[in-house]
């Protein structure tokens, strides 16, 4: 089941990549997020963790989908036939192909992560070996809100102004 989910993350990360309407991306972003949120939620013992992830993780991303479409033109989604057929034969290759993801190496990470898994329901949160990713998540989140108010300054107000008559 951990290697559909890696092959299906794999999938939807080459897809996103040719559409161009926000709210197809924002579709397929929401996809990938529920992808990743199972994936880990496999790996880990407790599931409250990743519960409470997912729906920050989706309560910003529904923000994102309803500011763009704000801002967005209005046109109608259309799908090439080819563009379709084409992902389509894809994703089948990619779920009958067994070697697409080295398999030795994951089998080792699952051998990791079977013997580390008692001490994942212990581990906390911010511990010494998660400390790394913990800073670069929060300058990640530092860097993003810095730019986003950047982006929208307060004087000038929305990117799209509304006029009702």
Sequence with gaps: MKYLII??????????????NPMCMGLFLFIQTFL????????????WFMM????????????????????ASNKMFTLNI?????????????????DFINS???????NLMNEEKLN???????NFKSMFITI???????????SV?????INEGPLRMFFYE
Excluded: H, P, R
């Design 149 to 153: 108010s950047k982006c929208v300054k």
């Design 52 to 71: 409470i992830s997912f729906l920050m993780l989706i309560g910003g991303l529904l923000i994102l989908i309803m500011y763009m479409n704000g801002i």
């Design 120 to 126: 994942l329901s212990f581990m906390k949160i911010y």
């Design 7 to 20: 092959k299906l993350m794999f999938f939807v990360s080459i897809m996103i990549q040719f559409f161009n």
């Design 82 to 98: 080819n563009f379709s057929l084409i992902l389509m034969i894809m994703l089948i290759l990619m779920m009958l192909n067994d």
């Design 104 to 110: 030795y190496m994951m089998k080792e990470n699952d």
């Design 36 to 47: 990743a949120i199972l994936y880990i939620n496999m790996i880990m013992l407790n599931s």
């Design 136 to 146: 670069m998540l929060v300058i990640y989140l530092l860097l993003t809100m810095i």
